[in-house]
């Protein structure tokens, strides 16, 4: 059974950097073809792409976005990991990570709630 | 970077009826294309994939098509438990999702 949880501040203030953490199971990261990805949705809105890591450590960013993204991996523990730079209310959403299986993103984290509030 | 448009934005339809959402492409995204219904609440689950390819454990009431650009996910005889807000993704490059479909029932 594949399950993903992301866990976060829950509360941080403008101009700090955001960090989220995707513990996983049910798959390995070192496994040809497999990737994690993260996405996020504010409040009664859509969803945004943010990022994509792969098996052998490629990755991929969301243009709009990539000079304020960072994603790693820790295939070891079975974890990824997202850091969102100079954060500011815009910011505030629900943040999902999901596994992808040869570019199919098909299983997702319940999400994690942040609010970037001063 | 690719759009995503999405239509419509919202839907209103009665039980059995026949659903069909769409997502327009901005250029060639070939089969990079998934679909996913997310609940109130609820993380986005996965519905069709590569276009046309029925998830796991989905069931057979959903199917997905392509017409060049143009993607579409149909839905036979609606039931209740299909209202929910449905996505698009394009999976080809720097993906994006579309903007959502409001399904709810009259």
């Known amino acids: 059974q594949v399950t993903l949880k992301e866990s976060g501040p829950g509360i941080l203030q403008p101009s700090q950097t955001l960090s989220l953490t995707c513990t996983f199971s049910?798959?390995?990261?070192?496994?040809?073809?497999?990737?994690v990805g993260w996405i996020r949705q504010p409040s009664g809105k859509g969803l945004e792409w943010l990022a994509n890591?792969?098996?052998?450590?490629?990755?991929y960013y969301n243009p709009s976005l990539k000079n304020r993204l960072t994603i790693s991996k820790d295939t070891s523990n079975n974890q990824a990991f997202l850091k969102i730079t100079n954060v500011d209310t815009a910011d505030t959403a629900t943040y999902y990570c999901?596994?992808?299986?040869?570019?199919?993103?098909?299983?997702w984290g319940q999400g994690a709630s942040v609010t970037v509030s001063s | 970077d690719i759009q995503m448009t999405q239509s419509p934005a919202s839907l209103s339809a009665s039980l059995e009826e026949i659903v069909t959402i769409t997502c327009q492409a901005s250029?060639?995204?070939?089969?990079?294309l998934s679909w996913y219904q997310q609940k109130p609440g609820k993380s986005p689950q996965l519905l069709i994939h590569?276009?046309?390819s029925l998830a796991d454990g989905v069931p057979s009431r959903f199917s997905g098509s392509r017409s060049g650009t143009q993607y579409s996910l149909k839905i036979n005889r609606l039931q209740v438990e299909d209202t929910g807000i449905y996505y698009c993704?394009?999976?080809?490059?720097?993906?994006?999702f579309g903007g959502g479909t409001k399904l709810e029932l009259k």
């Open positions: 993704l394009q999976h080809y490059s720097a993906w994006t």
């Open positions: 049910g798959f390995s990261l070192s496994t040809y073809g497999m990737g």
């Open positions: 890591i792969w098996w052998d450590d490629d990755k």
């Open positions: 999901a596994r992808i299986v040869t570019t199919v993103m098909d299983a």
């Open positions: 250029q060639d995204i070939g089969n990079y």
């Open positions: 590569s276009a046309t």
